[in-house]
Nanobody, 126 residues
Framework: EVQLQASGGGLVQAGGSLRLSCAAS????????IGWFRQAPGKERERVSA????????YYADSVQGRFTMSIDSIKNTVYLQMNRLKPEDTAVYYC???????????????????WGQGTLVTVSS
């Protein structure tokens, strides 16, 4: 069964850190474009970060640039989102997504993906 499993969310104080994980089962990330997206209550889903696994090209939203870092552990077939200096406005459900053809720009701009994780809640208190 093909599946993306997102985890690592929780409650943290402003200024703290969390690391989200996105583990794939039933396929490997090689050649994929992987993205992190988030949706806050009452707001539309927004992009956070995305990476082309093969060439390492990575995008970050302006709001997280310099605070969040996306990485991959190919052996574990897991993508991570390290989130530092968290702010209350980072509070949201975070989703990972995988695009099989490596169309990073399409994933980034149109949120088109083949697989979506179930989401993990990040709450940042002030």
């Amino acid at each position: 069964e093909v599946q993306l499993q997102a985890s690592g969310g929780g409650l943290v104080q402003a200024g703290g850190s969390l690391r989200l994980s996105c583990a794939a089962s039933g396929f490997t990330f090689n050649g994929y474009a992987i993205g992190w997206f988030r949706q806050a209550p009452g707001k539309e889903r927004e992009r956070v970060s995305a990476m082309h696994i093969r060439d390492g090209s990575t995008y970050y939203a302006d709001s997280v640039q310099g605070r969040f870092t996306m990485s991959i552990d190919s052996i574990k077939n897991t993508v991570y989102l390290q989130m530092n200096r968290l702010k209350p406005e980072d509070t949201a459900v975070y989703y990972c997504a995988a695009e099989a053809a490596g169309q990073l720009l399409r994933l980034w701009t149109k949120h088109i993906a083949d697989y979506w994780g179930q989401g993990t809640l990040v709450t940042v208190s002030s």
